[in-house]
């Protein structure tokens, strides 16, 4: 017993000196959550930039509408392929390197796309590129979430959503860049210099440590230790999570693990490793995992259905239809759009501990249902009207710039965020790659059906059917969505698994909201 206490109160005294050497925010982790998430910059980037380039494109190649559609949506079918691998590879190679395999399928996608003599030739590039993005998209969140303390996770995990928005602003930059050359060289440079940011993820990937999570997945206990203690804003902490992350793994407490990476896994429930995962998420789902599935499906799916892509990627359009028509303005004004997205994801990742995961969406759909709404208006009275206005014209550009400000203060990096810390450790690739799959096929879907969409119903109409669904999706969101801000990985399971949601007050303090039961 002495021992014991002994041992105990040097554990302590060891504690509080790294507690008084260690910051609130580990540098450590915010440095390798940094690092990972220039994986979203692959994703950014071509979204940015393949909004200005199509119109060089559709000059170059004089193709069709429709095929302008399927070049610009078909990325987001191509990234499943790499969204459903990653899962797979992340767990099989670890996560670290799946971002460096990301980097290099987008390196040859863009060489691809920038040597591209046809259609065809473009569209095989695409293709390349999207496997990297769907490893990317994937890879970046569920890292990020696993390298982070609980009480940064919310910041750090918004972080893949800042460099989307970074790698969309560069992208347009691009565009504005590259608009004075010949036509047939200015899509083609505004391509191929993607090559960029996957030759410096390559690099980053090297300096990278792995994440602790799949380090005791594979029974490398003593190296996750190490990368615990440098991720963890104490030595307490550090120990906890390690003993949680064994627990969830189903390894013997006693195991102290080694270095070597051909290591027996001593891990008990190993079948859910492998096919059993599928059963436990689809088949045989517990209620908490069923409610987790829903949640994250559903997330992703009014992600994408509210209409971002259609904003973001045929800004252009938009800009031409109040009367930009000019390309170097409609360029230039692409550019204030993705400043505004990027200012405001920034905010986000202040926001995201200190307000909370649930407010923050609530308010952010509200807005976007608003903007979008008030933007078909807009455009309904400009597309009505013979002679030109200009207060709905003010208004249409003020609503662009409201609805991606409001996308980005919450269900942009919420999906990251969130998505990555609801699912249990043994569900956690598979699940994070299934919700990725919904939500590039939404995005495929609407960037690939816009132009028809505005066709048919005309642009204000498409904005409506956008606002009408970003209302549904907050009705979602009010129902299905507890609060995860400041938990452990391991314990945010427990908040799942009772619907509907009820209010309780809490002894006439404050009123929040919890589970049935």
Known sequence: MADRKDETSSISSHSDRRSMINPKRNNYAFVCATMASMASVLLGY???VMSGAVIFIQKDFGISDVKVEILVGIISLYSIIGAVAAGRTSDWIGRRYTMGLAAVFFFFGAVLMGLATNYSFLMFGRFFAGVGIGFAGLISSVYTAEISPAASRGCFTSFPEVFINLGILLGYVSNFAFSK???????????????????????????????????????????????LDKTSVSIEESQQRLADIKLAAGIPTSFCGTDNVNTTIPITNRGSQGENVWKELFLHPTPSVRHILIAAIGLHFFQQAS?????????????EK????????KLLATVAVGIVKTAFILVATFLLDRVGRRPLILISVAGQTVSLAILGFSLTIINNSHVKVTWPIVLCMAMILSDVAFFSIGLGPMALVYTSE??????????????IIV?????????????????ALTI?????LYAGIAAVGWLFFYVVFPETRGRNLEDVEGLFGNLPWRLKKNKGRSTEVELEG
């Open 46 to 48: 071509d979204i940015g």
């Open 181 to 227: 050359l010949p036509t047939h060289l200015s899509w083609r440079f505004m391509l191929g210099i993607g090559i960029i940011p996957s030759v410096i993820l390559v690099l980053i990937v090297l300096t990278m440590p792995e994440s602790p999570r799949w380090l005791i997945m594979k029974g490398r206990i003593a190296e996750a230790k190490r990368v």
């Open 307 to 319: 209409g971002n892509d259609g904003v973001v990627l045929y800004s252009p359009r938009i800009f």
């Open 322 to 329: 109040v009367g930009i028509t000019s390309s170097d303005n």
């Open 422 to 435: 609801i699912f249990p450790l043994r569900l956690r690739a598979l699940g994070v790659s299934v919700a």
């Open 439 to 455: 939500n590039r096929v939404t995005s495929g879907v609407v960037t690939m059906t816009f132009l028809s969409l505005y066709h």
């Open 460 to 464: 204000g109409g498409a904005f409506f």
